[in-house]
């Protein structure tokens, strides 16, 4: 009878962070799939506008100020998300908690900017194909944002509960981080559609 060879995994993680965790795939797949959606959504826009005969239609282009001001604003939250997301990496249980605050404001705040947005596109959503189409894009784009705020609340509300040195929240926290930048990405080339394609 040959020896058998006995492997103790007990010292073995219960839970791995990055490319290690499933949750990681998840949120991969899960951008994967709707940067499908924000590309889709934006080839409609460029369709509709390949068909009109002037763009926009019937109005003038939206107002540069608010989507400007919510665009630099996200371009700036990259940095301390970047940092929340090292701090994970890191455990330090402290920085987290506080990146986790400044980062629910952060997200919070383009909510704001987007409510005054959506009053300085010139049009209402069911004046004409151009109007659906803006108000569609800037839809879809407010519930990733929203999603991932209330994705920060309730981490934050872990991380300050006994649950916070879960090794666990950590992987989450940065999976998290992950999916910011994503929403902040994806921003981009639908506000040089909707604000300078509408220009030109």
């Avoid at 649950?163 to 994806?186: K, M, P, Q, S």
Wanted: contains cysteine.
């Amino acid at each position: 009878m040959r020896d058998r060879v006995v492997l103790d995994a007990s010292g073995l993680p219960l839970h791995g962070s990055g490319a290690e965790s499933p949750t990681w795939w998840a949120t991969l797949a899960f951008m994967l799939i709707e940067g499908t959606g924000f590309a889709l959504a934006i080839a409609v826009y460029l369709y509709l506008m390949s068909l009109a005969p002037e763009w926009p239609l019937q109005a003038p282009p939206p107002d540069l100020w608010a989507g400007t001001s919510l665009t630099l604003l996200l371009i700036a939250s990259v940095v301390p998300n970047i940092l929340v997301g090292r701090w994970a990496q890191q455990r330090n249980l402290r920085r987290v908690r506080i990146g986790l605050v400044v980062m629910t404001l952060l997200g919070i705040a383009p909510l704001i900017l987007r409510a005054f947005e959506f009053t300085t596109l010139n049009i209402r959503w069911d004046d004409n194909a151009y109007g659906s189409i803006l108000w569609m894009l800037l839809g879809l784009h407010t519930t990733h944002i929203l999603t991932d705020v209330v994705d920060t609340v309730v981490l934050a509300c872990l991380m300050f509960s006994r649950l916070g040195d879960n090794t666990r929240r950590f992987g989450d926290v940065e999976d998290n981080c992950l999916y910011w930048n994503f929403v902040v990405v994806a921003w981009l080339p639908l506000y040089g559609c909707i604000y300078w394609l509408a220009r030109l």
